[in-house]
Every structure is written in C-alpha cells, then in structure tokens.
C-alpha cells in the first residue's frame, strides 16, 4: 500500500479531521480570540455556490462567536485548492530530496501552474522556523562554508569573480541540523555577525581558510581549518578538522537547484534555502522518515501567512 493511498490524501473532510489531529492536538483552538474547547462543529452549512463547507466551526466564546476552519491563521487560509491535494504537495515537498518543481506539483495535482507555485511557496513558508537558539555547544562541531549561486539583481555582468551571484552562508552541526543565510553582500561584515550569533561559544568551529573566519574563530573553544587552495580536505594531523558535512550539504543543495528547480530569483532565496535546510535537519539519519517529516511541515504552518502579491505576481520560470 502506498502512502499517498491514504484517505486523508484523497477525501476533502478526512484532510480537515488529519489537519485538526495535528493542529489542535491538546484542544480546538479558536483562530480569532485564542480560545480552547469553546467551539462546535457546524455540519451541512453550504457557501454561495451551495457547495457543504467541511471542516466548519463557531466559536461559543461570548466575546468571539465567529465561524472559522483549521485553515485560518495558517499558509493554507484562503487557499482555493482542495486541503487534500495542498496534503499530497506537503508530503511531495516534504519527501523529495532534491525538491519538486511547480511544474510538476502542476501536473501531479492537476491545479494551475501559478496556483502550484504559489502553493509551493506557501509550503516552504512553513518550513521556515519561527525561532533560531544557537547551534552547536560543549562537545559539538559546527562546520560553516559559503557558496555562490544564481545571480543577484540589477548587478552587472561580471564573469572574472563571484561579485555577481548570490552569496549563501551554511551552517552545519555535525548530526544535527544545517542554517542557511542569503547574505546582502561578500564582505566579512557580511559573514562574521551570522557565525557569531548562531553558533555557541564553547562549539568547535570548522572552516576552511577564508579570511573572514580567522578573527571570529579566536570566540570558539576550538577553531579549525582545512587550506582547500592545496588540495587538503581533511587536516593530516586531526581527521577530525574538515568541512566535509557542510559540502555534503552543498552538493544537495545545489544539484536541488540547478537540477530540479534551475531558476530562483533573488528575492525567495530565502525560502528555497529554508526547504532544503528543513529536509536535511529532519533527514532519516536523525530518525525522521517521510511520514514524520511531512507532519512537522505542517506543524509549522500555524501563524504565518503569504500572499500571492508578496511571493511575487511574476512567478518565477521552474522547469
């Protein structure tokens, strides 16, 4: 039996009573005043078109009493598509190492291809964290590498150099999760604030031997590097100094874009880096299968919200 034969896949009000299960687990909450377990659920209660609404509820609150779905208050609300299929795209999403286009969300769910879009967006909205502590700390290795992708708008053509494209700075614990930053510019200004004020100061750090690591480094417990400019890779001396993980991390991320998705404007960089940060801190090899994956996608949908003006009425060209 395959995953996706799942009812909530495939059924509009078992999609709702899946999305609630994870949403609403200690209680009904109710969007519009916060309230728990004061709600009831509305059955037969039809929209303008004489479609039922599924999923309805009314807040008994006295100062509230107003009807609302588990949607509201999350990416999904307002969403035209049915949550069933907006499920199949979290889980495809989710599930795809590499990532999976708006064209093909396009062609497996059979929406509009801007709708998928979007709705590709609105997903890895959730993706992103609410929250960032500082990683690494007594005992655990951050590895930190930066790389350079796409080009950066309005900036002229300038092929001797990277000063044209995107600079992306990872962040890596060592069996743990990744942090991805799209940085405004290439200077140490530019790197220096994001390693010092995510990684814990008594983590081993890893770099290799770029200038802008080598006073941040001093902060660190431990700081060390690898000189990739000949030929090393992994320090002779300690096997354990080495940015092999965060490499790794690069070679997914960048085969995801340039395979997979091909074109990324500037301005949702941003959300493509928390996709592929989100799958890899919740990879099998931390014990997070697909299925789990998938719900804490969705765990993270509460209390955000995209809108098609601000992902960009231009949508983006993804093969």
Known sequence: MSLLDRKYFKDEKTAFAHLEGI????GVVCPHCGTVDKAGRLNGVKDAKGRVRPGLWKCYSKECRKQFTVKVGTVF???????????????????SKKGISAHQLHRTLEIDYKSAWFLAHRIREAMRPKSMAPMGGGGKVVEADETYIGRQQDFGVDKSRYHNKNMVVTLVERGGSARSFHTGGHSIADIVPIVRENIKRETRLMTDQAL?????????MDHGSVEHSVGEYVSIDDPTIHTNTVEGYYSIFKRGMKG???HCKEKHLH?????FDFRYSNRV????????????ALQGVVGKRLTYRAADRSAAAEA
């Open 271 to 275: 959300r493509y880096l928390a996709e």
């Open 23 to 26: 949403l609403w687990a200690d």
């Open 212 to 220: 802008h690591y080598r006073a941040v480094g001093r902060e660190f």
């Open 260 to 262: 997979v998705y091909q």
């Open 285 to 296: 090899g931390l014990g997070v299968d697909d299925e789990a994956r998938t719900g804490r």
């Open 77 to 95: 609300e307002q969403a035209h598509i049915p949550l069933h299929k907006m499920l199949q795209a979290v889980h495809l999403m989710c599930s």
